[in-house]
């Protein structure tokens, strides 16, 4: 199975880690070791669709460039999944817009969670709700906003227990 996703760039990467490691070793929550952090673009694919996924992210890497995007402040879904929102800046969404409409073109199925685009954002923790108020508590104090590139389309490749880099294209930065 594979997706697609955005990895963050330094010097945000290093701090959110800190952070969803500090989150796995203080609390009951579901283990994350294994994915840098990262904002998804496609949700989970065949191999089937592999080959088109690549084709539109090489075409999207040619044509246009990086964007922005900003970290904003803390967010969930139903108490058990705690992430960061992020805003995508106009270059940004317009990469994001082409790349969903290139994978609807071609006929990729979508999720229902996507079937209307993303809601954009790094994950945290998963599997909160049991120490969701404590965690949310821990991040209240911290201060992630900042902004970043959108500098690649990854493509990651996951067996059933860990993710590997399958391909990653770079955007033009201008």
């Known amino acids: 199975m594979y997706i697609l996703v955005h990895y963050i760039d330094e010097p945000s990467k290093s701090q959110i880690q800190k952070c969803i490691n500090q989150i796995m070793t203080d609390f009951e929550v579901f283990d994350m070791t294994g994915i840098e952090p990262h ?12 080959e088109k996924i690549e084709t539109i992210c090489e075409e999207i890497s040619e044509k246009l460039t990086s964007g922005e995007y900003q970290i904003t402040n803390l967010g969930d879904f139903s108490k058990e999944t705690i992430f960061l929102n992020l805003e995508l ?54 201060n992630f906003r900042q902004t970043q590139k959108l500098s690649n389309l990854t493509i990651l490749y996951f067996n059933g227990e860990e993710f590997t880099i399958h391909k990653q294209y770079k955007l033009k930065n201008k």
């Open 39 to 50: 904002f998804t673009l496609k949700y989970y694919f065949e191999k089937d669709n592999l």
């Open 89 to 142: 800046d106009y270059k940004s969404e317009k990469v994001y817009q082409e790349l969903f409409s290139k994978i609807k073109e071609s006929k990729i199925p979508l999720e229902d969670h996507e079937k209307n685009g993303i809601h954009f954002h790094i994950t945290l923790a998963q599997q909160t709700k049991k120490e969701f108020s404590s965690i949310m508590n821990f991040l209240s104090h911290k």
